[in-house]
């Protein structure tokens, strides 16, 4: 069975950073794309950044030049950090494994993990 399990959201002052942590278990990890999404209250969901099985990475214009996404595949696990955070970054972050040619209904999710920047 498959599990994301996020971790390292918490409490931030604004311009500080956190890293956050996805875990994944199973044999997903190294034939998914990985994602982070976000959602904050009352807003849809959007995505935040992604990193493909090759490394190669994309990022919400909201968030380029302040947070990275990475993967460590020998740990099946994806991070993403977040700098210079901004109240406007406070949200639940989720990551998500989506594997290429797969519909999106097949992806597999974390419980998410919330971030809240507030002095």
């Known amino acids: 069975q498959v599990q994301l399990v996020e971790s390292g959201g918490g409490l931030v002052q604004p311009g500080g950073s956190l890293r956050l942590s996805c875990a994944a278990s199973?044999?997903?990890?190294?034939?998914?794309?990985m994602v982070w999404y976000r959602q904050a209250p009352e807003k849809q969901r959007e995505l935040v950044a992604r990193?493909?099985?090759?490394?190669?990475?994309n990022y919400a214009d909201s968030v380029k030049g302040r947070f990275t996404i990475s993967r460590d595949n020998a740990k099946n696990t994806a991070y993403l950090q977040m700098n210079s955070l901004k109240s406007e970054d406070t949200a639940v972050y989720y990551c998500?494994?989506?594997?290429?040619?797969?519909?999106?209904?097949?992806?597999?999710w974390g419980q998410g993990t919330q971030v809240t920047v507030s002095s």
């Open positions: 199973g044999s997903i990890f190294k034939i998914s794309d």
């Open positions: 990193i493909t099985i090759g490394g190669n990475t």
């Open positions: 998500s494994a989506h594997r290429p040619g797969r519909p999106s209904a097949y992806d597999y």
